[in-house]
């Protein structure tokens, strides 16, 4: 991401350092960064990732001769999800989930002020949070 500012977040003179950059930059930069940014968001959704790591997941099942294909990614109902995961996940663990919201949770829009979460996501998120072996932040 060569459009991005990078910055080690717990580096903060640096974090103020590239916050100083950013603001400073002129706004013709800052718009050809950010449409490419959102350029590159947009190819690279989050079906793209989910392939991306589904087919890296079955590399290293066939690695290890396990005989399961999870490559075919199909939308799924939280209580199927479930299903699949219960024989990995042990059940006195805590689930972690740290999921992004704009243009992954929500839609992807112009102004991230705008993003709307969809009912049926909003749906699911409730009932993943009121699990008691799930921890649930949204990031953005």
Request: glycine share 2%; aromatic share 4%; hydrophobic share 45%.
């Amino acid at each position: 991401m060569k459009e991005a500012l990078l910055v080690n977040p717990y580096q903060l003179e640096k974090v103020a350092e590239v916050l100083h950059t950013a603001l400073r930059l002129p706004e013709e930069e800052r718009e050809v960064r950010m449409n490419a940014l959102r350029s590159r968001e947009q190819e690279n959704d989050v079906n793209h990732w989910m392939n991306n790591f589904m087919d890296a997941m079955e590399q290293l099942i066939q690695q290890d001769g396990v005989e399961i294909n999870p490559s075919c990614t199909i939308p799924a109902h939280l209580s199927e999800v479930r299903v699949h995961l219960e024989k990995y996940i042990d059940p006195r663990c805590t689930l972690a989930l740290l999921l992004d919201f704009d243009g992954t949770l929500s839609p992807l829009v112009a102004d991230p002020h705008q993003a709307a979460l969809p009912p049926a996501v909003k749906q699911q998120l409730q009932t993943l949070a009121a699990m008691d072996n799930v921890f649930l932040a949204i990031v953005s």
